[in-house]
């Protein structure tokens, strides 16, 4: 990360939200840091205007380390960051409003907003993502009458949100009744109905719909209860002639943790692959951020992000929008220097991945179960240290994509089924436990890992 000499605060903001675009997901980032400003920065404090009192307290709950760890790479000084509401007209929030209901259907408001940037005429189209493209345009046509469902996979930030919120709106435009939703929202929302005991008012969320449109299906795997109804969501949405879309990280052939009749009925559509976007059409993506921006970028200056920036289309976003913002405060040209030193921390996603310290991730769980980091690997079995294991275990398998086989050496030379059941253990415990969840969310983001 290049250090700037900046005095505004605004200034020093702008440079870190083009980094901290990069280092969450783009749900976290449109919902809790767009909308932010550099309110002061004096005596260490750095503080951060947010619209509204929850703004603040989920971003100092889930947030805090990874935002006061951007600030202090940017500005080369030690601070502390606070969120505090900032009543300025420059900040405002985002609220989504349903259409108007019609005779016909009722607007079901989605229980994840939509990014009014993912449309279907902002989606860039390439040799990559040209099937998911058509498939997802033409079954608005005809919902439920197609394929279905549409399963859509790829990698991490390759496009899979932006298409399924793309029928999102135009659900809206064609005002047909859908329900958008994040696997993990879905989870926490039958939890939450179970405890409640409103599982019939969960249940008629999601299945009186035209379109169901579920994110990130992988966050199911392991958790039985949550499957269980999710099998049950899609049987009758399914004999309704109703459309679903999903989007997953692999295909269901490579979904080992889900039940056989749940994979074979995500099988039953269309199964379709986003690859990483080749060059032509990453140009072309950057080519259209800039614009959106209204950032005169060299050609010269383009190529280079490719270089520099990872396979994914959110990571080529991120390093364009961290060099306009640095070279913008800075007061410099956007020439190659500036942007070679503006992408000076940056680096390729996959190296990020695989060379993400094991110790740090181990340290990091150990830190947040108050348990002695070598106890990871021991032998001792009480409650706390057995579920910190667990979730090790996760955290090595899901962040740091360890194989089970090197997983087991590394704690403790344990052998592969110990290591599967962990696994399989700690998804079942946070399907029940909310605290766990948010234990094992907030080690995700300190990690500076996106799902």
């Known amino acids: 990360m290049v250090r700037l ?5 605004q200034q020093v903001w702008s440079v870190a939200l083009g980094s901290l675009q990069v280092q969450v997901s783009p749900t976290n980032y449109e919902t809790w840091l767009k909308n932010t400003v550099g309110l002061s920065y004096d005596s260490g404090l750095f503080v951060v205007g947010v619209p509204h009192g929850f703004a603040a307290e989920w971003l100092q709950k889930r947030l805090h380390s990874l935002v006061r760890r951007t600030l202090i790479d940017i500005t ?5 960051v ?9 900040i405002s929030t985002s609220r989504v409003v349903p259409p108007a209901p019609v005779e016909s259907s009722e607007i079901i408001v989605p229980s994840n907003p939509l990014n009014a940037r993912y449309t279907f005429d902002a989606f860039i189209v390439g040799d990559s993502n040209r099937l998911a493209y058509t498939a ?4 608005c046509d ?5 394929y279905n469902p549409l399963f859509i996979y790829g990698g991490p930030g390759l496009g899979k949100t932006h298409l399924i919120q793309a029928i999102g709106h135009t659900c809206q435009t064609k005002k047909l009744s859908y329900a958008y939703v994040s696997a993990e929202k879905f989870t926490n929302e039958y939890i939450e109905a179970v405890q409640e005991r409103q599982t019939r008012d969960f249940r008629q969320r999601y299945r009186d719909v035209d379109i169901l449109l579920v994110d990130d299906l992988n966050f199911l795997c392991g958790k039985e209860r949550t499957e269980e109804t999710f099998f049950h969501t899609f049987n009758d949405l399914h004999n309704a002639n109703h459309q679903i879309v999903v989007t997953c990280d692999n295909p269901p052939r490579d979904m080992p943790l889900i039940k056989e009749r749940l994979r074979s009925r995500l099988e039953w559509g269309l199964v379709v692959n986003i690859q990483p976007p080749e060059q032509r ?6 080519t259209s951020r800039a614009r959106q921006i209204d950032a005169d970028v060299p050609e010269e200056v383009l190529e280079l992000i490719c270089q520099r920036a990872g396979p994914s289309v959110r990571e080529l976003e991120g390093c364009l929008n961290q060099v306009v913002a640095t070279v913008r405060v800075s007061g410099g040209g956007l020439d190659l220097e500036a942007a070679s030193r503006a992408l000076s921390g940056a680096s390729n996603g996959e190296e990020a991945i695989s ?3 094991v110790q740090r991730m181990l340290a990091l769980v150990a830190e947040n179960f108050d348990v002695d980091p070598e106890a990871l690997a021991g032998r001792q079995r009480s409650p706390q240290v057995a579920q910190a294991r667990q979730v090790a275990i996760l955290i090595l398998r899901d962040v740091g994509r360890r194989p089970l086989t090197e997983i087991g050496r590394l704690l403790g030379n344990r052998d592969h089924s110990t290591i599967i059941y962990g696994y399989k253990k700690v998804l079942h415990d946070m399907e029940h436990d909310v605290q766990l969840s948010e234990i094992v969310m907030r080690i995700r983001e300190n990690l500076h890992i996106s799902d």
Request: charged share 20%; proline share 11%; glycine share 8%.
């Open 142 to 146: 005809k919902p439920g009458h197609g």
């Open 136 to 139: 997802a345009r033409e079954l």
């Open 355 to 357: 060379c993400l310290p």
């Open 5 to 9: 000499n900046i005095t505004s605060p």
């Open 76 to 80: 080369g000084h030690d601070l502390d």
């Open 281 to 286: 059409t990453r140009m072309a993506i950057l």
């Open 82 to 90: 606070e969120f505090s509401v900032a009543n300025a007209p420059h």
